[in-house]
């Protein structure tokens, strides 16, 4: 599990072709690495990986063809940058939110505007998550923990200030930038509560409108 804190922002340093599985290798930048291990989980652009090697500077993570297809991975080229959290730990602030490390899409940027000193972007979700984003509710985008501003449709808005855009990938993002959406985990498990039993029966119904306020969760 992780928080959508970010620890570091590294670069791809080399990147080799396994079949339709590849192997990374990441410059670690300011990530410490005293303490990680072989087997430890880091997520990278908001992507659970496992460290299947590592030195002082760089860890080495295998990934899986499912993972590249279904997330910005299958895109990474060596020097491109990215946002690098470790797994966290039960003793420690829980400062973002509870995030799994598990994509559920790609995302696209629809605009970008600079308000003061911050940044206000607009990113599109697949159709099938739009129904996962709620106002001030909680959304990671590549690993970072960001809160919803405004919802229309399947568009969002976030805003991010100066702290977040320097220390992140965020800062750079243009409009056609796609990146890894992970929707708050709460709102997946209340959606397959909500089906009771039904739950186990072939296409179960997705979470609407108007079963939340049948289950008192929105007011008429």
């Known amino acids: 599990m992780f928080t959508g804190i970010i ?8 990147l080799e072709r396994r079949g339709g599985d590849s ?12 303490d990680v291990q072989r087997g430890d989980s880091i997520a990278i652009d ?7 090697d590592f030195d002082a500077q760089s860890f080495e993570v295998d990934v899986s063809a499912e993972t590249l297809d279904k997330t910005t991975l299958g895109e990474f080229k060596a020097g491109r940058q990215v946002n690098l959290e470790k797994a966290m730990r039960v003793s ?11 994509v ?12 003061g000193e911050s940044l206000r972007f607009c990113v599109r979700v697949p159709d099938q998550l ?5 106002v001030k509710g909680s959304v990671c985008i590549d ?3 960001l809160t919803v501003n405004r919802v229309e449709g399947a568009v969002f808005e976030i805003n ?18 796609r990146v890894n959406i992970e929707v708050d985990i709460i709102a997946r498990y209340l959606e397959r509560l909500l089906l009771g039993g039904k739950a186990a029966g072939p296409n179960p119904p997705g979470l609407t409108r108007e079963k939340l306020m049948r289950h008192g969760y929105l007011n008429p």
């Open 130 to 134: 739009a129904k996962y984003v709620a």
């Open 7 to 14: 620890e570091a922002s590294g670069k791809i340093a080399a």
């Open 160 to 177: 991010i200030i100066p702290h977040t855009a320097t220390v992140t990938t965020t800062g750079s993002y243009q409009p056609g930038h």
């Open 104 to 115: 559920d899409g790609v995302g696209t940027v629809e605009s970008r505007e600079a308000v």
């Open 23 to 34: 192997r990374l290798r990441i410059a670690a930048g300011g990530l410490d690495m005293s």
């Open 143 to 145: 690993g970072v923990s």
């Open 46 to 52: 908001g992507v659970c990986l496992t460290v299947v």
């Open 92 to 102: 420690a602030r829980l400062g973002g939110h509870i995030v799994s490390g598990h």
